[in-house]
């Protein structure tokens, strides 16, 4: 993501927006793969509590430094 401030023409913009893409379903595919490895072959809520703890995450994030 940060490659794009470097964008000054479409197929840069193309090249990096696709690298992007493939990285962050790459991402998502081995996230998957550790939880199930993590949990066994039921994760169950595990899913939903990292979910939750990323959000929560995004939550503090923007309202403590707005209380500051």
Avoid: H, Y
């Avoid at 964008?7 to 550790?34: H, K």
């Avoid at 994760?43 to 707005?66: D, M, Q, S």
């Amino acid at each position: 993501m940060a490659a794009l401030v470097l964008v000054e023409s479409w197929a840069a913009l193309t090249i990096i927006a696709t690298v992007d893409q493939i990285a962050g379903a790459a991402g998502w595919a081995a996230w998957g793969a550790l939880v199930v490895r993590v949990e066994g072959r039921s994760p169950g809520p595990v899913p939903a509590k990292l979910r939750t703890f990323g959000n929560l995450g995004v939550i503090l994030g923007t309202v403590v430094p707005g209380w500051c």
